[in-house]
């Protein structure tokens, strides 16, 4: 890789050029070692948020948001809304007699009184 690509690899990742070359080898490695980790985490954090989400109800979704503010707030609350509603609009919708079918079972099995 030219010095000239590892300038640009160090800028897409958010840092200023002057510090580019300050930098030795090894110091060029650990801030981009540094990088992808704090990527990963971002990516992490979003999935989380877009999991809880799904599987909260609003009130509930807002008790983990406030829980998590502490923290670094994984996905903005004003942005999970539209993930959700896009995400909620390209699922299938299905009775239980289809989805008991897909899974093996007999339509007629019997409920539970979970799902009661």
Known sequence: MTIER???AFVAAGFEEAQFWRLTLR?????MR???E????VLLHHAEATRAGSLLGEEAYRSW??????AETRLPEEALGGVLARAGAQIEQIS????????GAPAEAPMSAELE
Request: net charge positive; hydrophobic share 50%.
């Open 96 to 103: 239980l007699a289809e989805a008991l079918g897909k899974m």
């Open 6 to 8: 590892l300038a640009v």
């Open 34 to 36: 540094g990088a992808e």
């Open 65 to 70: 948001v406030a829980a998590v503010r502490g």
């Open 27 to 31: 110091a060029y490695r650990r801030w």
């Open 38 to 41: 704090r990527r990963r985490q």
